[in-house]
């Protein structure tokens, strides 16, 4: 039960995200609490220096972390994000975001997203602190 609500609020947003859309992020899996997504890098994704623009990793994470703590049906919004980045991603390469929670309190909850390219190599870490509103993002 608790995993079908999760479920329906990540579609939700999926459904109103033109950004992750733009991406192609692909959500491959959602259980409260924990979201795993996916997008290929294509070659407008690149900065000047011939590799994936720094920003397409965070928000990868992003929309992970997003997906992983809204999806009790509480609208939660970013307080404090970071990421590191530890290996180069490329164009052609398939990204993995695997968003799990590490604390969830009434009004904070804190969430851990490791990335990962398509031959299970670690490309970036990130945690993210999200405040809970209190307010639900489906109406019943």
């Known amino acids: 039960m608790k995993d079908q ?3 329906e609020v990540v579609t939700h947003m999926m459904e109103n995200d033109a950004f992750s859309k733009w991406m192609g992020l692909e959500v491959l899996e959602v259980r409260e609490g924990y979201s795993k997504v996916q997008m290929k890098i294509r070659e407008e994704m690149i900065n000047g220096f011939g590799i994936v623009h720094g920003g397409l990793a965070f928000s990868l994470a992003d929309s992970a972390f997003a997906f992983a703590c809204n999806n009790r049906n509480i609208i939660s919004v970013a307080l404090d994000v970071t990421i590191t980045f530890t290996k180069a991603v490329n164009v052609g390469d398939v990204l993995i ?3 799990k929670e590490n604390h969830n309190g009434r009004n904070v909850g804190v969430y851990l997203v490791t990335i ?3 031959h299970n190599k670690q490309v970036a870490f990130f945690k993210g602190t999200c405040f809970r509103t209190g307010k639900p993002l489906l109406k019943n």
């Open 5 to 7: 609500l999760a479920k």
């Open 97 to 99: 975001g695997e968003a």
């Open 116 to 118: 990962t390219n398509q």
